[in-house]
């Protein structure tokens, strides 16, 4: 039913939730192929050297830290399972790789560590409902 799906995870709870939620659908449903992405705001350059490259590798150390988590999560799949680091807006990140890698199912948190902004702009999740090219599986 769904041959490519798309995991996105921030290291919350819900996307924890989202990563074994997605790990049963792709070895009940038979996917071909899972992808997790890991989508972090960009670094301002203002910070300038050696303050942006200290910040752009602790960035990486963390996102690299919730891949790992979320792997573990998802468990052994019959699939092939790709990973990607992705600096941007996460919602525009996640749309944009559902439509370049044309995925079949979007799988994501409810709720992510962003909730302050979330309250001020509307949440990660709502703007992927709202633009993805895909169905969209949003778990708590």
Not at 106 to 128: C, D, H, P, Y
């Amino acid at each position: 039913m769904f041959e490519r799906i798309l995991l996105a995870v921030d290291g919350s709870d819900h996307a924890l939730n989202a990563a074994r939620m997605a790990g049963d659908l792709t070895r009940t449903g038979n996917a071909k192929q899972l992808l997790i992405v890991v989508a972090y705001d960009h670094i301002p350059s203002y910070l300038g050297e050696p303050n942006l490259q200290h910040a752009i590798n602790a960035r990486l150390k963390e996102a690299e830290k919730i891949l790992d988590a979320a792997q573990q999560a998802v468990g052994e799949v019959p699939a092939e399972v790709q990973t990607e680091l992705i600096e941007g807006s996460p919602a525009e990140a996640i749309i944009e790789v559902a439509k370049t890698r044309q995925v079949d199912l979007i799988v994501m948190g409810a709720r992510g560590l962003g909730r302050i902004v979330a309250a001020v702009f509307g949440s990660t999740s709502q703007k992927v409902v709202a633009h993805a090219p895909c169905p969209v599986l949003i778990v708590r």
